[in-house]
């Protein structure tokens, strides 16, 4: 089973729309939570994280995680073009020597 | 404020070949990852460095792969011989300090190609 599960898309939606993206994670002991943007030929750039349950909110964006079920959610309200990218979810263990943990990636294509 | 950069941007390499890697982290990071992301699957960590010395290899795939950070600042990884399966994007994330997690600083990554 891999730790982080996340559907790779590829997720279309008109501009404007609300994104839902998601991950489920299978180990109760990892405690923050990230999401990474990455555009085309680019590396990965973090967008936002959470350290152990509950939301947080910046200006478009909010990420949430539910760790009863181990899910992790990241909302983008209004969504523009430039919100094109591939998102992916991570984590890592605390106390350790903090490699991060991957899923897969969503593309995401918003169109005008 | 440079950002952590890596070259070469692509490499077309064929099987067999060496090919060396760069990795340019953002100064004064004394941390800094390798990781890899082969088509269709999750980028991976690969290992990293503290200064000069390597923390953490656990994520290299076998002997054929080979990092080195000599003095502290650059790094760079080492596939000799290439093989098919080593293609993929290998980037290449800094940090400031221990435990820093969240303060991963990514490069564009390099594209290698194994014909």
């Known amino acids: 089973q891999k730790e982080v599960e996340q559907d790779p898309g590829p997720l279309s939606v008109p501009e404007g729309a609300i994104v839902s993206l998601n991950c489920t994670y299978s180990n109760s002991a990892f405690q923050y939570f990230m999401w990474y943007r990455q555009y085309s030929r680019k590396g990965p750039e973090l967008l936002m994280y959470t350290y152990s349950s509950g939301n947080k909110e910046d200006g478009r964006f909010t990420a949430q995680v539910d760790k009863s079920s181990k899910y992790i959610s990241l909302f983008i309200r209004d969504s523009q073009p430039s919100d094109s990218a591939t998102y992916l979810c991570?984590?890592?263990?605390?106390?350790?020597?903090?490699?991060?943990?991957f899923g897969a990636g969503t593309r995401l294509a918003v169109h005008p | 404020e440079a950002g952590v950069t890596q070259f070469p941007s692509h490499s077309v390499i064929e099987k067999g070949q060496t090919v060396t890697l760069r990795c340019d982290p953002i100064s004064g990071h004394d941390n800094l990852y390798w990781y890899r992301r082969v088509m269709g699957k999750e980028i991976k960590f690969l290992l990293h460095f503290v200064k000069e010395s390597k923390q953490d290899e656990s994520g290299m795939p076998n002997n054929r792969f080979l990092a080195e950070r000599t003095g502290g600042t650059y790094s760079t990884l080492k596939v000799q011989p290439a093989e098919l399966e080593d293609s993929g994007v290998y980037f290449c994330a800094s940090s400031q300090g221990p435990g820093l997690g969240l303060g991963q600083y990514f490069g564009p990554g390099t594209r290698l190609t194994v014909t």
């Open positions: 991570a984590t890592f263990f605390s106390g350790g020597y903090n490699k991060l943990i």
